[in-house]
């Protein structure tokens, strides 16, 4: 991966305060693949760690814990071979208590390919912080993993002997506009706003995938290279990406296959239905799974009743109303384009710029940037210290039926209804723009019978080109203030 390092202050900053505190601490880094995990971890603890171990993928307990037992062996190479995961923590814990005083920082990497089968790697691991380690003050234990699931339910919220024993977990989340744009300048690309919200909308801010990107190239010609060639190295990222994430990746493949094909979210039941899934507790850890990584979102629908919205109340509403709704480029751009490519096209992208395909695309993906700068919009609005929750909304009124793909709520009894739309110019409203925003609005009025003010707002690339048929729109927001 290129040694740029961009941004992560947050992320820096909290992790060196946990290894300077005067306690021993458990810290878990986790986020999806390649999105920078182990890149931060190095860039903080550079080479003062006092043990390292990576895990290593698809192999046997044997092979990972003789991998395991050389990180200690470098040191202490008198130190015989452990069978069994409780005696490779004990040497480990052996080999620590030989250095001098002073925190020891022990980094443990891919941790959760070392917990394979019947391997009590767990148990191991348990003993080691229970019984050792959390007795001490100088220990500052990071694990990370890519497969986010392992890490959430055996440690995070691990119900056993590690129960809230993780002290600090730190989820690392793919780039937004911003750290793109700073990404690419410090590399030399002379992109537009546009150009980098198009890279943004196809490879979802994962810094990998960003630094696959070849500056003498377009970013059309890139995503033919990296994806659609046939030795591509995102060429099969989709299957690689969730088979990093969960050890049986296929229903969870099903879930965002049917979220795919519906923008604004399906509720559980409908999900259980196209996917013929079982209505169970292993599906419900599915549905958190895939949150946790960032895939999905889930939300509760914005109903009125009697002038009195619901939404506000959501403790009090069912759970079969909650919607959840796929919020990731890279998935997205998967079903949408690269399933429907010629089979060994690789200038697919590149001759399907102005396509159907291509349109339908960008108006899906520019709605999914919008709702994952959420912040960034509110910023634009002035609204940033107002609590706000964000909708899709569906409704029916006695003339017709409409939906808006995102409704900003805001406390202070405002609603901000937003139309996204994607151009390569200053957006000319038409008549029937005119109409159709028109009628969304009277539809969601006469529908939720709200009381609030409501706001529309126009979200795109460069603004509105005004004329007669733009005097609905409120506010506009242009997309260079969605990098902030």
């Not at 992790?15 to 986020?31: M, N, P, R, T």
């Not at 009590?120 to 100088?138: K, P, T």
């Not at 699931?149 to 129960?163: M, P, R, T, V």
Request: charged share 25%.
């Amino acid at each position: 991966m290129n040694k740029i390092f961009i941004g992560r202050e947050k992320e820096q900053q909290l992790l060196k305060e946990y290894i300077d505190s005067d306690q021993s601490e458990f810290i878990a880094v986790y986020g999806r693949r390649r999105v920078g995990k182990t890149f931060l971890i190095q860039k903080v603890i550079g080479d003062g760690y006092a043990f390292y171990a990576a895990g290593m993928n698809k192999v046997s307990m044997r092979i990972q814990l003789k991998n395991f037992m050389q990180g200690i062996k470098k040191h202490r190479p008198e130190m015989p071979m452990a069978t069994t995961w409780l005696d490779a923590f004990l040497a480990l814990e052996n080999y620590l208590e030989s250095l001098p005083e002073g925190k020891k920082i022990v980094f443990i990497d891919e941790m959760p390919w070392m917990d394979t089968p019947r391997s009590n790697f767990i148990s191991g691991l348990e003993h080691f912080w229970n019984s050792w380690a959390s007795w001490r003050d100088d220990i500052k234990l990071i694990v990370c993993g890519s497969a986010t699931s392992w890490i959430i339910n055996n440690l995070i919220k691990n119900k056993g002997g590690l129960h809230n024993r993780v002290t600090h977990k730190i989820p690392l989340k793919p780039f937004r506009l911003k750290e793109c744009r700073t990404y690419f300048e410090a590399r030399g690309f002379r992109l537009s706003t546009k150009q980098i919200a198009e890279c943004y909308m196809v490879l979802g801010g994962v810094p990998f995938y960003l630094s696959k990107m070849n500056k003498g190239e377009s970013v059309a010609q890139n995503i033919d290279r990296l994806v659609f060639a046939d030795d591509g190295e995102l060429h099969d990222e989709f299957q690689s990406l969730y088979d990093s994430l969960y050890k049986n990746a296929a229903n969870h493949i099903k879930i965002v296959t049917a979220l795919a094909a519906k923008g604004k979210g399906l509720t559980r039941q409908e999900i259980i239905e196209k996917t013929k899934l079982s209505d169970n507790g292993k599906f419900s850890l599915m549905l958190e799974e895939l949150e946790s990584c960032g895939f999905i979102r889930s939300y509760e629908p914005f109903i009125m009743t009697n002038g009195r919205q619901a939404s506000q109340n959501a403790e009090q509403r069912k759970s079969t109303d909650t919607l959840y709704q796929l919020i990731d480029a890279f998935t997205l751009f998967h079903f949408q384009v690269a399933k429907k490519a010629d089979a060994h096209n690789a200038h697919f992208w590149s001759n399907n710029q102005n396509s159907h395909i291509y349109s339908t695309w960008s108006g899906l993906s520019f709605e999914m940037l919008c709702l994952n700068h959420v912040e960034q919009i509110k910023m634009a609005l002035g609204i940033s210290g107002i609590n706000a929750n964000v909708f899709s909304w569906f409704g029916k009124g006695d003339q017709r039926s409409a939906q808006i793909d995102m409704l900003i709520d805001r406390a202070d009894k405002s609603i901000n209804i937003c139309e996204m739309k994607f151009w390569n110019k200053p957006y000319t409203m038409t008549a029937q723009d005119e109409d159709d925003i028109e009628g969304k609005v009277s539809t969601f009025l006469e529908s939720t019978r709200t009381d609030k003010n409501v706001i529309v707002t126009m979200i795109t690339t460069k603004g509105i080109d005004r004329n007669e048929h733009s005097e609905c729109i409120q506010r506009e927001i242009v997309l260079d203030e969605l990098f902030c």
